[in-house]
């Protein structure tokens, strides 16, 4: 890379949020962060984010592609030495011509690639980085099928910058409000459960504290999905204060709040100071976090960080570097210390897929089922589903009626992706039900499990058996005064309910159960 930092402007602000700031501006140039040594560049055109860049090894192309398991050491090695013969030759076309990936494998390589230099350079903590204006040093487009919004976005959810983003937000008396239609929103980006969560509520609360009374998600989690949504232009904040109003009764909602309080799965000890580790430690305990939430909602191809389609070689070498480099021995490292939990999770998930994708005929079953998911998921993507009424209650039907076909098969995982998919285009109780419990199943979607059962009760305070699971779930945690209120709300929603009235019986007995029924009959 040329080193044309001399004409750069510094900034010290968060580096989404300077993203934003050029895109807004719709500036043409290169964002250089950091130095000689480390320097990552983020190339705009018109305002719009086309490619981005690292000298750093392990984000280059030929040290990418060799970890991905789409070449060898030796093939990069040598790729590299005919490509200083070549004048005109650049890697992936070398590699292409060669017939080591194919043009589509390399371009979706070379996106993955890109989002994963941004977020990293995102992640840095007070990095140094400036614009250089002008066209510079031309660069291929590397995402072409994702909007400038969405990579912001993507870059805002590293920012581990708190006071950037209480200077951005202000304080939680600020009032939020949606800039764009929430159904434009949910069509060009894709959001988190936090984030859409958020997105729904803004509404119905009239500052960001009743934002946070809503939610039951921890506070610094609501702080982090607000900022990545004022960054990327989804959300504005009004700079006008407003009075907050506590409630001085317990409400539903209050309720709901306090039976569906779960810290999320993901283990993390917040005690470590990532500060005292190398940037590739901490890039690594970073990855391991992330990868052990990923897992849980991917298919077996992509838990191996493979295509689909993959041969068998490369399923048993993915499988062999994922087991050794996520072992859970590897806790005795400073910065995998409290990662027991995490690297087990990853290493437990490729072993799933590998056993599945390793048995010719089980492969083959799953591979018919993956073909059908993509193309009921490019089917929900089309405009037409979002538009059209009719057309959104067929693809919702047929996502339950083929999710209900997988869970009968044992296919838990493909079948969560089409029951999200119809729950996000039409919530029913009854169906997030479904989804909450196949969620229950993996300790690592426990919050998202719980976030379904608080929207089925909130749509529906009298869906009795949403109630029953949630007692169920504290009752396995073996905490029965949230037990015995979520009861209380089954009875209270239908005093008939024999299942409902005789869980509330053994928890508390029949004299207590009785008082209940005189007070909601």
């Known amino acids: 890379m040329a080193d044309n930092g001399a004409n750069a402007q510094f900034f010290s602000q968060p580096l989404p949020t300077r993203?934003?700031?050029l895109a807004a501006e719709k500036s043409t140039g290169t964002l250089v962060i950091g130095s000689d040594d480390t320097r990552r560049e983020i190339f705009f055109v018109n305002g719009e984010i086309r490619a981005a860049r690292s000298n750093i090894e392990g984000e280059m192309l030929g040290m990418w592609l060799v970890?991905?398991?789409w070449i060898t050491e030796d093939e990069r090695a040598l790729t590299l030495l005919a490509q200083g013969a070549d004048a005109v030759g650049n890697l992936g076309h070398i590699l292409v011509k060669r017939g080591c990936i194919t043009q589509s494998e390399l371009e979706n390589e070379l996106q993955s690639l890109?989002?994963?230099?941004i977020r990293r350079a995102a992640r840095e903590k007070s990095p140094r980085f400036g614009f250089m204006g002008g066209q510079g040093d031309p660069q291929p487009d590397t995402l072409p099928n994702i909007t400038t919004s969405q990579i912001i976005l993507t870059a805002a959810r590293e920012?581990?910058?708190q006071v950037a983003m209480w200077d951005l937000l202000g304080s939680f008396e600020q009032k939020a409000s949606l800039k764009l239609s929430l159904e434009s929103v949910l069509g060009q980006l894709e959001l988190?459960?936090?984030?859409?969560?958020?997105l729904s509520r803004l509404d119905a609360a009239k500052d960001l504290s009743a934002l946070?009374?809503?939610?039951t998600m921890p506070e610094q989690e609501v702080v982090n999905s607000l900022y990545s949504l004022v960054v990327a232009g989804v959300v504005a904040i009004d700079a006008r204060p407003l009075a907050t109003v506590k409630p001085e009764v317990e409400t539903p909602t209050d309720i709901v709040e306090e039976l569906v309080e779960e810290p999320a799965g993901v283990q993390v000890d917040a005690g470590i100071d990532e500060s005292e580790f190398e940037e590739r430690h901490r890039e690594e305990r970073h990855r391991v976090i992330e990868l052990a939430e990923k897992v849980t909602r991917i298919d077996h191809y992509r838990a191996l960080g493979l295509n689909p389609g993959a041969g068998i070689e490369k399923i048993e070498k993915a499988f062999s570097v994922i087991r050794k480099r996520y072992s859970p021995k590897r806790v005795d490292e400073p910065h995998l210390v409290d990662q027991r939990a995490n690297l087990s999770a990853i290493v437990?998930?490729?072993?799933?897929?590998?056993?599945?994708?390793s048995d010719p005929k089980a492969r083959r079953r799953y591979d018919k089922v993956l073909a059908t998911v993509a193309e009921q998921h490019m089917a929900t993507a089309n405009d037409r589903p979002r538009t059209d009424p009719e057309a959104r209650r067929s693809m919702v039907a047929a996502n339950l009626a083929r999710a209900d076909q997988l869970i009968a098969t044992g296919e838990t995982y493909l079948a969560i992706q089409l029951l999200e998919q119809a729950c996000a285009m039409d919530p029913r109780p009854e169906e997030l039900l479904k989804l909450a419990k196949l969620q229950m199943r993996n300790p690592l979607w426990i919050g998202r499990a719980l976030e379904r059962l608080r929207i089925a009760v909130e749509i529906d305070p009298t869906f009795v058996a949403g109630w029953i699971e949630i007692a169920n779930f504290w009752k396995q945690r073996g905490h029965t005064e949230r037990q015995r209120k979520a009861l209380e709300r089954a009875v209270g929603a239908d005093p008939w309910n024999e299942a409902a009235a005789e869980m509330y019986k053994k928890l508390v007995g029949g004299r207590e159960l009785e008082r209940l029924l005189r007070r909601v009959r």
């Open 114 to 117: 890109t989002l994963e230099i």
């Open 348 to 357: 437990d998930r490729a072993r799933e897929a590998y056993e599945l994708l």
């Open 192 to 198: 988190t459960p936090s984030e859409g969560f958020i």
């Open 159 to 161: 920012c581990r910058d």
């Open 212 to 215: 946070k009374h809503l939610s």
């Open 67 to 69: 970890e991905h398991q």
């Open 19 to 21: 993203m934003a700031q």
